[in-house]
């Protein structure tokens, strides 16, 4: 195994985590800028506010990109170990 196959594994399992992560996260944060806006406009400063918006938009984005989540984990582990003779050999 030369360092070459180590860094293209690394970067694929890197690049999938951002993928994902990114998903997730990306509009979570748009909510969570509208409501600053809207926090500013009224001059409200309330903390929590922001969470709670925030928190459903993560939990409904989760439970919609699920299937999407585990088929790229799935086909990603998948493509690992149907590859591991290569990798090794």
């Given at each position: 195994m030369n360092p070459?196959?180590?860094l293209d594994l690394y970067g694929q399992g890197f690049y999938l985590i951002v993928l994902i992560v990114g998903a997730v996260m990306v509009p979570s944060l748009l909510v969570g800028l509208i409501v600053s806006v809207f926090q500013a406009a009224t001059q409200i400063n309330?903390?929590?506010l922001s969470f709670l918006p925030r928190l459903i938009v993560t939990i409904l984005v989760?439970?919609?990109l699920e299937p999407w989540i585990l088929t790229e984990l799935t086909d990603f582990t998948t493509n690992l170990?149907?590859?591991i003779p290569m990798i090794i050999g």
């Open positions: 070459q196959v180590v309330e903390q929590t989760i439970m919609h170990f149907i590859n």
